[in-house]
């Protein structure tokens, strides 16, 4: 079974950036999608961004902020954050999902704050 693994994740002033990134134990060319969610204290976990081998997708509210990029050389997919808010505080974690699959990390906690 191919675990996945966030890094990345800490403080940061409003306005600054972050990379995540998610290393996979095993082939991430299994995964037909793979993907960010976040979950903020007392609110449901989210969707974030996606990918697949044809194209990328983001939320609209990260949209133009973030960008997500796939590795599949190495394995590894990554986050990065750009002009980060307030709001953008949440626990973070990368998901592939493919035939029978559905993976997820235990997630990284970024936090924006002043």
């Known amino acids: 079974q191919v675990q996945l693994v966030e890094s990345g994740g800490g403080w940061v002033q409003p306005g600054g950036s972050l990379r995540l990134s998610c290393a996979a134990s095993?082939?991430?060319?299994?995964?037909?999608?793979m993907r960010w969610y976040r979950q903020a204290p007392g609110k449901q976990r989210e969707w974030v961004a996606g990918?697949?081998?044809?194209?990328?997708h983001y939320a609209a509210s990260v949209k133009g902020r973030f960008i997500m990029s796939r590795d599949n050389a190495n394995n590894a997919m990554y986050l990065q954050m750009n002009s980060l808010k307030p709001e953008d505080t949440a626990v973070y974690y990368c998901?592939?999902?493919?035939?029978?699959?559905?993976?997820w990390g235990q997630g990284t906690l970024v936090t924006v704050s002043s």
């Open positions: 998901n592939g999902w493919g035939l029978n699959l559905d993976i």
């Open positions: 095993g082939s991430i060319g299994r995964f037909s999608i």
């Open positions: 990918t697949t081998t044809l194209d990328t």
